[in-house]
T-cell receptor, first 116, second 110 residues
Framework: NAGVMQNPRHLVRRRGQEARLRCSPM?????VYWYRQLPEEGLKFMVY????????ESGMPKERFSAEFPKEGPSILRIQQVVRGDSAAYFC??????????????FGQGTRLTVV | KNEVEQSPQNLTAQEGEFITINCSYS?????LHWLQQHPGGGIVSLFM???GKKKHGRLIATINIQEKHSSLHITASHPRDSAVYIC????????????FGTGTSLTVIP
């Protein structure tokens, strides 16, 4: 049972390009969370998705950022027209259910985005 | 003010020492996680707590819900324990929309 898989591990983009980050949850998990870790800062929640639904996007920047979790395939975090301030590590986590108090969270290895 | 505060920010210890990392939070929670992050690496959930105390090997985690405080202890510390330890709290009724502490960077010297 593979863990949460994120790819790519490292991504370099020029300013103005698009970045697409992928997250495949653990087998049997239908809930995905994305977090961002800016340099020298703590992790921040971005968005919570179930299959084909965005449940909570209260942590997403209002512009240029979007996320999806289609019926088939991985969850995708998309950043359009990247700027240097988007350089960060992006982590996803998955869980089997909504996240009741007994439910563990399993994290991926992260994607480190560098905008040049 | 952050919802989750950790102390200390940085910690250096000699191998074999007993280590304590503290976490205080100001929001209601349904669970608290202690996470470990190695440099350039992913994040591993060490413990999930909603009450009391848990032990796993040399690691012990405690939580006091009334005082909104948790501690992570490492007994007989080892250089391979060197990592960033992060406290994360889950709000009531929600999913894993955690509030995270800024982390404690631990270095254990041989």
């Amino acid at each position: 049972n593979a863990g949460v898989m994120q790819n790519p591990r490292h991504l370099v983009r020029r300013r103005g390009q698009e970045a697409r980050l992928r997250c495949s949850p653990m087998k049997g998990h239908s809930h995905v969370y994305w977090y961002r870790q800016l340099p020298e800062e703590g992790l921040k929640f971005m968005v919570y998705l179930q299959k084909e639904n965005i449940i909570d996007e209260s942590g997403m920047p209002k512009e240029r950022f979007s996320a999806e979790f289609p019926k088939e395939g991985p969850s995708i975090l998309r950043i359009q027209q990247v700027v240097r301030g988007d350089s960060a590590a992006y982590f996803c986590a998955s869980s089997r259910t909504k996240g009741q108090s007994y439910t563990e969270a399993f994290f991926g290895q992260g994607t480190r985005l560098t905008v040049v | 003010k952050n919802e989750v505060e950790q102390s200390p920010q940085n910690l250096t210890a000699q191998e074999g020492e007993f280590i304590t990392i503290n976490c205080s939070y100001s929001v209601g929670i349904s669970a608290l996680h202690w996470l470990q992050q190695h440099p350039g690496g992913g994040i591993v959930s060490l413990f999930m707590l909603s009450s009391g105390k848990k032990k796993h090997g040399r690691l012990i985690a405690t939580i006091n819900i009334q005082e909104k405080h948790s501690s992570l202890h490492i007994t007989a510390s080892h250089p391979r324990d060197s990592a960033v330890y992060i406290c994360a709290v889950r709000p009531p009724g929600g999913g894993n929309q955690f509030y995270f502490g800024t982390g404690t960077s631990l270095t254990v010297i041989p």
